[in-house]
């Protein structure tokens, strides 16, 4: 079975830094995603790791450590459009996705 | 690349009527598809898989009789909700991918609604 962990709701400022979590126990690991959705939308592609260590892609940045089942995705400069819900996603060996429950982020002013 | 479109984006039928959703990947030949459904709040489901030409695979818990699976072709797939109830309300997304590539593209999205 699989089991992603991440947590509920998470606020920062605008401008500032956020890291949002996730862990994972999954049977059969073929990298994992990082998506955002906003509300009413379908979720968008973030980012995708599959070896160790930090992808960074502009504002947003994605780690991995496959030996402790562990993944973060890094948010900086925060903006207002950046209000979303940001879902964390494991491949298995069928490519099947199971996702977390999701991180609502929310950016105040 | 890898557009899906998905229709309709909204509707709105009544208890006990069915309802179809088509996903279509417009500029590639989607090996498989996938449809998940999403409950307000929470995160997605994966209901099925089907690929082009056999029949699909349900997860557990998802009745096949009740949301009928066709993937007719590499570029379109159908999801029927038949004898639609009020719970059956949810925002439903398919995907597509390719073979030998674990990236998803989602569509849009439908927001179905049954009185």
């Known amino acids: 079975g699989q089991n992603i962990d991440q947590p509920t709701e998470m606020t920062a400022t605008e401008g500032a830094i956020v890291q949002i979590n996730c862990t994972y126990q999954?049977?059969?690991?073929?990298?994992l995603f990082w998506y955002q959705q906003h509300a009413g939308e379908a979720p968008t592609f973030l980012s995708y790791?599959?070896?160790?260590g930090l992808e960074e892609k502009g504002r947003f940045s994605s780690f991995l450590s496959r030996s402790k089942g562990y993944s973060y995705l890094l948010l900086k400069e925060l903006q207002m459009k950046d209000s979303a819900s940001y879902l964390c996603?494991?491949?298995?060996?069928?490519?099947?996705?199971?996702f977390g429950a999701g991180t609502t982020v929310t950016v105040r002013a | 690349g890898a557009v899906v479109s998905q229709h309709p984006s909204r509707v709105i039928c009544k208890s006990g009527t069915s309802v179809k959703i088509e996903c279509r990947s417009l500029?590639?030949?989607?090996?498989?598809m996938f449809w998940y459904r999403q409950f307000p709040k929470q995160s997605l489901m994966l209901m099925a898989t089907?690929?082009?030409?056999?029949?699909?695979?349900?997860e557990q818990g998802v009745e096949k009789d009740k949301f009928l699976i066709n993937h007719a072709s590499l570029t379109l797939s159908t999801l029927t909700v038949t004898s639609a109830h009020p719970e059956d309300s949810s925002f439903y997304i398919c995907?597509?991918?390719?073979?030998?590539?674990?990236?998803?593209?989602f569509g849009p999205g439908t927001r179905l609604t049954v009185t």
């Open positions: 089907s690929n082009e030409g056999s029949k699909a695979t349900y």
């Open positions: 996603a494991v491949v298995s060996n069928d490519y099947k996705l199971s």
């Open positions: 995907s597509a991918g390719f073979d030998r590539d674990y990236e998803q593209y």
């Open positions: 500029d590639f030949q989607a090996t498989t």
């Open positions: 790791n599959v070896l160790d």
């Open positions: 999954t049977s059969g690991f073929n990298g």
